[in-house]
């Protein structure tokens, strides 16, 4: 049977107990992130409701959020495509990202403890063990746990997901593309 039948995606359930959409949500951002939905591949709805075994309205839903995001582009009566990386949109989201990370560095430095700063050298300590680039889906993972860690131990983890929301284009420019997903800047990229 084909694990991507009856709400049953890559050897996994949607959590009936959870919002539909919301999942559906995370899974698509999650592949269009790690570049396995490349810039210009189609989401055909029909496909995705046939996919995860559900009905219009939560893909629509699901799709309305990634648009948001602007990770899609939606062209009504046409398709939903994923959008371009935005240069303009990652730069901006690392200087964000530089600002907020370099005054909580500078609080850390100046009133955090011990404990506190072997925390986050452990965390380095793992990611430094998986630098390869076969490792990036684990060095990733890590780099975000590092991160969350900081904007929690300086005591603004609430800015974490507003950063993460920003940091969409920023996260796709920095993933290693695969081979068969590599086209040219002018159709992957907008300036």
């Not at 997901?161 to 420019?173: G, K, P, T, W």
């Amino acid at each position: 049977m084909d694990k991507r039948m009856n709400g049953i995606i890559r050897g996994r359930q949607l959590d009936r107990s959870r919002q539909v959409a919301l999942q559906v949500h995370e899974i698509l951002r999650e592949r269009i992130l790690k570049v396995e939905l490349v810039p210009g591949t189609i989401l055909s709805r029909a496909s995705l409701q046939l996919e995860f075994g559900i009905s219009q309205t939560p893909v629509r839903d699901a799709l309305m959020r990634l648009q948001e995001e602007g990770i899609v582009d939606v062209y009504p009566q046409y398709a939903t495509v994923v959008a371009k990386i935005d240069i303009n949109h990652a730069r901006q989201a690392q200087f964000l990202r530089l600002s907020i990370e370099l005054e909580a560095v500078r609080r850390l430095t100046e009133e955090a403890s011990a404990e506190t700063a072997a925390e986050l050298g452990a965390i380095l300590a793992r990611q430094k063990a998986v630098t390869t680039p076969e490792a990036y889906d684990t060095f990733d993972s890590i780099d975000r746990e590092f991160h969350q860690k900081l904007y929690e131990k300086t005591g603004i983890l609430q800015l974490w997901e507003n950063v993460r929301r920003q940091s969409v284009h920023l996260d796709r420019l920095r993933r290693p593309q695969p081979a068969d997903a590599r086209q040219d800047e002018d159709r992957t990229c907008r300036p």
